[in-house]
Structures are given as structure tokens and as C-alpha cells.
């Protein structure tokens, strides 16, 4: 059972494309976390998120509390974009983190 | 302020062996958490310790273990490694343990079991 689901798995798209990333979880939580990995491991926290929405730059996340859903927008997207985005959750009881599996974009030039 | 460093950066050990791997937050946090990311399960959240206590741990056996010392630095091990043990082990610290406190993420060490 995977307390965190993403969609899609794989993406790509062409530069200058509005992408959207989507992630669902099953647990109660106080906060929900978007990261970018890029290839070598080295992991960015891009947002933080309990309610509502966040903007830094082209990026926008989205958090639904009640629908248990949060959104990773990424708009005129460029090829230094390509990376793993992963979705994650601290949960309210146990305040353990759960993972996503990761969305691995690749914008084309 | 430096970031959240990790060492070793790479690490090859024998089935069997037991590793120790280091992690000194950014200075001022309090918080770190440890995470195993490998290619099949990706990420796992292994503990998180704030002010020198272990405060949440993951589904991992108890060959998994850390410490935190009153400098915030932090070591995990593991003893008796696995094959199934590579990986890359991430640390994050944050200023508190609060779910209101952002992770800075390391490097990693990446940990490959022969």
C-alpha cells in the first residue's frame, strides 16, 4: 500500500510547455513536500506546503486538504527543468515522512 | 552558511560488514532526519533525530541505527550489511522538529554492498 501516489511516472515534454504534476496520499498530514532530484542525487526542497498555494518563479504548487491532492505546476518549462520530482508527506500521527515513486520530466529543447 | 554535508560521499563495504555514515547539518539546525533511496523502493524515511533524541523511526530492522550528538552532527549505522543495504542514504536538517520547518538535503552517500 503506497500512502503516496504520483502521476504520471514518466513525462516529457517541449520546451515553453505548461506541465502539470499530480500527487494523491491516503494519511492525515501536516505538511507536503515537493523535491527535485537531478541526476547525481543531489535533492532541492522546492516547497512546503500545509494549505493553499505556493509560487516561486515558474513553479506553482497547489495543495486540496479535503481531496487529499496537491498539484506541481511548472509553466514556459525549460530543459534545465529535467529532473525527478517527488511528492512528500509528513504524516499527522507518527510524523513519519512517506514518498512518492517520483515523476522523471525531460524537457525538450 | 555551508549546507548539510555527508560523509563518506562513497562507500564500498563487504556482505556482512557494518558502515557508518556521517552527516553534519547546516549550523543552527537541530533536526535531521536520515533516507534510503534506492532504484526499487526509491525513498524511505530511516529516523529523525532533534536535540540528541531519536523522535520517529521507519520500517527498518534494527541492524539500521543513529545517533545525534549535542554539536547536531549526526551518524547512522549499519551492521551486519546486506546486499539489498546499497543505496544512496540522504540526510536533511532542518531548524526544529516541527512539520512547519523546511529540509536542506545532502549530498548523500552512496553505499554499495559486495
Known amino acids: 500500500k503506497n500512502e503516496v501516489e504520483q502521476s504520471p511516472q514518466n513525462l516529457t515534454a517541449q520546451e515553453g510547455e505548461f506541465i502539470t504534476i499530480n500527487c494523491s496520499y491516503s494519511?492525515?498530514?501536516?505538511?507536503l513536500h515537493w523535491l527535485q532530484q537531478h541526476p547525481g542525487g543531489g535533492i532541492v526542497s522546492l516547497f512546503m506546503l500545509s494549505s493553499g498555494k505556493k509560487k516561486h518563479g515558474r513553479l506553482i504548487a497547489t495543495i486540496n486538504i479535503q481531496e487529499k491532492h496537491s498539484s506541481l505546476h511548472i509553466t514556459a518549462s525549460h530543459p534545465r527543468d529535467s529532473a525527478v520530482y517527488i511528492c512528500a508527506v509528513r504524516a499527522n500521527t507518527g510524523n513519519q515522512f512517506y514518498f512518492g515513486t517520483g515523476t522523471s520530466l525531460t524537457v525538450i529543447p | 552558511k555551508a549546507g548539510v554535508t555527508q560523509t563518506p560521499r562513497y562507500l564500498i563495504k563487504t556482505r556482512g560488514q557494518q558502515v557508518t555514515l556521517s552527516c553534519s547539518p547546516i549550523?543552527?539546525?537541530?533536526?535531521v532526519s536520515w533516507y534510503q533511496q534506492t532504484p526499487g523502493q526509491g525513498l524511505q524515511f530511516l529516523f529523525e533525530?532533534?536535540?540528541?533524541?531519536?523522535?520517529n523511526k521507519g520500517n527498518f530492522p534494527g541492524r539500521f541505527s543513529g545517533r545525534q550528538f549535542s554539536n547536531s552532527r549526526s551518524e547512522m549505522n549499519v551492521s551486519t550489511l546486506e546486499l539489498g543495504d546499497s543505496a544512496l542514504y540522504l540526510c536533511a536538517s532542518s531548524e526544529g522538529a516541527r512539520s512547519s520547518y523546511e529540509q536542506y538535503f545532502g549530498p548523500g552517500t552512496r553505499l554499495t554492498v559486495t
Open positions: 549550523s543552527g539546525h537541530r533536526s
Open positions: 494519511v492525515g498530514i501536516s505538511a
Open positions: 533525530y532533534f536535540s540528541e533524541t531519536q523522535r
